[in-house]
């Protein structure tokens, strides 16, 4: 679950980056880091969502 995580989380301080700098008269800049940072939080999330299904506990029978 770690390798979705991190991504995630850099991803969502990189879009709350992205969104402070579009409000201080910094519009491309600041909607580049936020597309940036909102296409980490998709990829951090399908990569946690393909390892959980992955990591399912063995049940003996």
Known sequence: ???GLIPTVLGTAVTAAGVAAMRMNYPTAGAAAAGFGLAHVVLGTIDMMQHG???KPYKHP
Do not use: I
């Open 1 to 3: 679950m770690r390798e």
């Open 53 to 55: 299904k992955q990591m």
